[in-house]
T-cell receptor, first 112, second 115 residues
Framework: DQQVKQNSPSLSVQEGRISILNCDYTNSMFDYFLWYKKYPAEGPTFLISISSIKDKNEDGRFTVFLNKSAKHLSLHIVPSQPGDSAVYFC???????????FGTGTSLTVIP | SAVISQKPSRDICQRGTSLTIQCQVD?????MFWYRQQPGQSLTLIAT?????????ESGFVIDKFPISRPNLTFSTLTVSNMSPEDSSIYLC????????????FGPGTRLTVL
């Protein structure tokens, strides 16, 4: 039972444009969310996080939005660069435990 | 942050054999975890490696198949026992310092192929 879902397995965006990666979750107990970037043959690298007390967190070109009522979060990358091409995972954790639940990932390709 | 290294980075093994993967963190951490990522799948938690006691396994994973050690706060091993081709996967070590909003860091992974 997949508690965190990334329904788009892939996304292609032109360099300089905005990339929007989406993530949905089902567990209302989730209150902390992370986005990771993963290059081939490497482990996931932490990108940005958001706590449920916020609806937006920004770090440079990366912004994460959280809509708790819709159980939806998104990662915006502006402007997109070819080096952003990677697989992006969202992850969520409940306030009752240590385990992170991961989505299946979205492969982003930024076209020069 | 925490820097995590894993050995080996990849291996090709024969059916029925076992492989032990090592994970080293550059600083003391409270929590260490082992994940598996099968082709085209998400990251699945195998177990939490507990320092000084038996690991806590997730549903579908058992100690006989995936014995785990954690002798101190910076090191853990995962053994994949009696391997079959279905065990071919990327195995990832992960760690955090235990705070609820602490970032979870990952090692580079071990790519295992079982023939």
């Amino acid at each position: 039972d997949q508690q965190v879902k990334q329904n788009s397995p892939s996304l292609s965006v032109q360099e300089g444009r905005i990339s929007i990666l989406n993530c949905d979750y089902t567990n209302s107990m989730f209150d902390y969310f992370l986005w990771y970037k993963k290059y081939p043959a490497e482990g996931p690298t932490f990108l940005i996080s958001i706590s449920s007390i916020k609806d937006k967190n920004e770090d440079g070109r990366f912004t994460v939005f959280l809509n708790k009522s819709a159980k939806h979060l998104s990662l915006h990358i502006v402007p997109s660069q070819p080096g952003d091409s990677a697989v992006y995972f969202c992850a969520a954790r409940a306030n009752t435990g240590n385990q992170f639940y991961f989505g299946t990932g979205t492969s982003l390709t930024v076209i020069p | 942050s925490a820097v995590i290294s894993q050995k080996p980075s990849r291996d090709i093994c024969q059916r029925g054999t076992s492989l032990t993967i090592q994970c080293q963190v550059d600083s003391q951490v409270t929590m260490m975890f082992w994940y598996r990522q099968q082709p085209g799948q998400s990251l699945t938690l195998i177990a939490t490696a507990n320092q000084g006691s038996e690991a806590t396994y997730e549903s579908g994973f058992v100690i006989d198949k995936f014995p785990i050690s954690r002798p101190n706060l910076t090191f853990s091993t995962l053994t994949v026992s009696n391997m079959s081709p279905e065990d071919s996967s990327i195995y990832l070590c992960s760690a955090n310092r235990g705070g609820h909003t602490d970032t979870q860091y990952f090692g580079p992974g071990t790519r295992l192929t079982v023939l």
